[in-house]
């Protein structure tokens, strides 16, 4: 998978953007990148498009991404406010959003880019 990581230009937010199959270990390479990134620019936004590619891990390694890799690494913004732009007719990802959720992640998927932004820049982050 290859992938860019570009902040906005208001400073908003992260776009990352993904080419190519999504595995853990390539979801966790690309989340600790960006996740460094947001701390040094003090951004806690993140726009993930992941319409060109497509999630082929096991469910047990997305459930240990959403549980263990995300939430017990100590690199990531558990507050974080993460929008995961897909294809229409890609359910791919749609276990990796319910497992995030329910560890208490604040993460939701579209498919529209602009219901995305709305999502991205409505929510509240927790001080910290």
Known sequence: ??????????GTFITIKTKGDITRQSAMKMNLE??????????RRY????????????????YDFAYTDMTQTGQFDRSAIV?????????????????????????RMFTDPKEAMQFLMDGDLPRT
């Open 1 to 10: 998978m290859n992938y860019t990581l570009t902040p906005s230009a208001d």
């Open 83 to 107: 929008a995961n732009l897909v294809s229409p007719h890609d359910h791919s990802h749609d276990f990796v959003e319910t497992v995030a959720r329910n560890a208490g992640l604040h993460v």
């Open 34 to 43: 960006a996740h460094a990134l947001g701390q040094k620019l003090n951004i």
């Open 47 to 62: 726009l993930v498009d992941v319409t060109e590619s497509r999630n082929t891990d096991s469910v047990a390694n997305n």
